[in-house]
């Protein structure tokens, strides 16, 4: 009994210091893991398919991928429910970060926004000078258009796009929301032979899986630049959040071989790359 009660201080040691290591194992392991808050174009375009595994082998993080719209992937930035976030809609995101819900906005890389429609064209927009006299036209003819309707950056282009256009479709036969993302809008107006909206990358890579038959029908115009940032959560506001693992990966992506891979990424497929690197530029250059 003396030899047990001697050893006594001993099994106490152990038992804490198996305790300390559980916490320092599990603490080491929760730190280790990522919420990537992004939209649904850099997921259905394979690009983050490409990117995420590079980052976790250089860095060791593990990465949760968490694809919505844009403007879904901030409300989650606000509530501290992701870590990082990859968005492309300027104007939400300067409010995000003026409102003190993110830190350190860096650009990351464009596209641009297409207008879609079925081959047959039913509204006669095909080589529309602007996408808001094409809208006017689709609106005139009562032509079928799917909106996301899902508060994406692709959703707010979009408003923008019929603002311009002086329409207001809410409640017209003609206009349908899907609330769904990018890929599978493409799929509803591939189903419905509708006018659409999306950003080029998307489009390309799930026309090339399978054939959508829609056509381009207005491009090139200034207003549908797709700009696209890589943004940390706050800190600040949300102690909890993965800090240290939102800069590795925002210096990740606008690091010299990360932005050498986007500007390759898609050129063998379709003969351009589906996305342009534009890590150190001026928002100006853009026209930001």
Known sequence: MTRIFRMLPLFVALFLLSAV??????????????IL????????????????????????????????????????????EADVLLVHSP??????????????????????FILLGPANDPAKIRGAKTAADAIKSIAKANALWLSR??????????????????????????????????GETLNVAAEKKGYLLADRGTYLALNKKAHLGLE???????KLLNVYHVIEVNPAKWPKVNNAGAKAFAD????KK???????FGKKEFGSPLFFPDAGKKPESLGL
């Open 258 to 264: 990360t932005q050498e891979i986007i500007s390759t």
């Open 149 to 182: 309707g899902d508060n994406s950056g692709t959703h707010a282009k979009e408003k923008g796009l019929f603002k311009a256009a002086a329409i207001n479709p809410e409640g017209q036969k003609w206009f349908q929301q899907t609330g769904l993302g990018m």
């Open 37 to 80: 808050a992004t939209t649904t174009s850099t997921q259905d375009s394979g690009l983050l398919d490409v990117l995420i595994p590079i980052f976790e082998k250089q860095t060791g993080y593990f990465v949760k991928t968490i694809s919505v719209g844009s403007g879904q992937a901030m409300k989650m930035g606000e509530k501290g």
């Open 252 to 255: 990740f992506m606008v690091s």
């Open 91 to 112: 104007d939400a995101e300067k409010k995000f970060m003026a409102d003190g819900f993110g830190v350190n906005r860096k650009l990351v890389m464009h596209n641009d």
């Open 21 to 34: 290591a559980t916490v320092s194992t599990g603490w080491a392991a929760e730190h280790k893991n990522l």
């Open 216 to 222: 381009i029908m207005v491009q090139g115009e200034p």
